[in-house]
């Protein structure tokens, strides 16, 4: 088939055309932002499971680093001074008295911890003391459902989008098929004398240019483009509808995931903070014992400055036991990456999430606009296709 074939086929046959497009076009355009609508709820849905998995990887760290830890540290600190001052027991009374207190409290203690916590549970000590946190992390973290997956939906959304895409596409292809089809001429034919009154078929969807001669086919030729851009502009208007939609979804989720983050890991920095706080108490201490010391005699000069000496070596000992009980290993060591990353996150992290957002919703503003203007190019088509007719009436009454 050639192109004059096909083109006195089109010409021939243009109700079948306008039917096909008109159909087509309405169907694709319904399936198009049937899709745009499922792919903004699937990124809706990304947003509600970022704050879902937030809210479990704050409970997690919370009774880890919060709840047990710290008490676990402080226990660990006691065993510390215990056995610092241990070999000063048999010479020093004073510290005789504060080794058996401090022996007596952490053995007392571990005692009574409930099975499966921190202090409960052998597996959890350190060989030089203090508890593995990371490990009863990744134990807290098993022991619950598998935390769902943002990425899942948003991808899902973005997959529909892209479908959706391509059927706003497609509805534009066959618009500007059927455009082409109303503005190929009508191939001559030799006319019999039965013929010679032939008339085009009246029924017509939208203009046919076609059909049309001199003043006639430009105002059939604007019309038809005024129907075009009937079309394809609520398309295009759902695209950008759909992106404002996706960047929102976005932003609010790098806002989520920046909280998020910053409270994992201030969770944790606190309890190394608190720790540091808790053996700085012990170095407080043997200062004050030495100041004390002072106005008493020279033995217990000399006591209180090797008790005192013993505390300084179980402070230092103490924060030391800190920062390992509060370290993240390079490893996830059974916890999921997303809350390790979290944990050892810092202020650059933060501040590149808040990037993030932000330009997500300066990218939402854009295509917020670029909708709006679309719907006011709607709105003038409309009021177009109004004008041309009542000028193209007045012309013909005129003419007439």
Known sequence: MNLRTLRDRIG?????????????GATLTFFAGWRYSDAA???QEAIRVEVARSGVYQDDTRQVYANEGPFAFRVAATQIRADVLAPLADTNP?????????????????????????LGEPKYALPGGGSNLHLRLADVTAAREPTPNPDIPRREGDALARLAGWTALLTAVITGLAVIGACVRTPRRRRSARSRNFTPDPLKFYEQPGEATGEESRIALVLLAIWAAGVLLPLTQLVFSSQEQRYQAESARHTVQARSVKSLSLTRTEFLTTAHQTAQEGSIAAT??????VYKDSRSVAEAGELARAEETAAGRSAALADIMARIPPSA????????????????????????????????DSASLKSNITLALIG??????????????????RSG
Do not use: C, M, Y
Request: charged share 25%; proline share 1%; glycine share 6%.
């Open 12 to 24: 021939g046959n243009r109700v079948v055309v306008q039917i096909i497009a008109i159909v087509a």
């Open 41 to 43: 709820s699937a990124w």
């Open 94 to 118: 004073a510290a005789r008295t504060q080794h058996q207190i401090a022996a007596q409290t952490a053995f007392a203690v571990r005692k009574a911890a409930d099975p499966g916590t921190l």
């Open 288 to 293: 004050a014992r030495e100041i004390d010391a």
């Open 333 to 364: 060591g059974g916890v999921e990456k997303e809350l390790t990353t979290a944990l050892a996150s810092g202020a650059d992290d933060w501040n590149s999430l808040a990037v993030r957002s932000a330009e997500e919703t300066r990218k939402a």
């Open 380 to 397: 003038l088509v409309a009021l177009s296709e109004v004008v041309v007719h009542l000028v193209s009436t007045r012309r013909r009454r």
